[in-house]
């Protein structure tokens, strides 16, 4: 049997399952508070999103160094 990442990280205890609109609006609203006012960050969530099972935490994370590397090449 084979299984995905995602799959051994929620096995193993370490994902959740968790809806991941929440988590980009919150980023986006924090996106926005670091940009210049003159620059608007307005991004586009699908409203049927399925949910994620694996780590939010790293999920987080991961999002926020793409935002931060964008930012700082924008």
Same mark, same amino acid.
């Given at each position: 049997?084979?299984? &995905?990442? +995602? +799959?051994?990280?929620?096995? !193993?205890?370490?994902? *959740?399952?968790?809806? =991941?609109?929440?988590? #980009?609006? !919150?980023?986006?609203? &924090?996106?926005? *508070?670091? #940009?210049?006012?003159? @620059? =608007?960050?307005?991004?586009?969530?699908?409203?049927?999103?399925?949910?994620? @099972? &694996?780590?939010?935490? %790293? @999920? %987080?994370? $991961?999002?926020?160094? #793409?935002?931060? !590397? +964008? /930012? $700082?090449? /924008?």
């Amino acid at each position: 049997m084979t299984m &995905t990442r +995602a +799959a051994v990280s929620s096995a !193993n205890g370490a994902g *959740s399952r968790f809806q =991941v609109g929440p988590l #980009l609006e !919150n980023l986006a609203l &924090t996106a926005q *508070s670091l #940009l210049r006012r003159a @620059v =608007v960050f307005q991004p586009a969530i699908a409203p049927d999103l399925p949910p994620l @099972v &694996t780590d939010q935490d %790293k @999920v %987080k994370q $991961i999002l926020l160094n #793409l935002l931060s !590397n +964008a /930012f $700082i090449h /924008f």
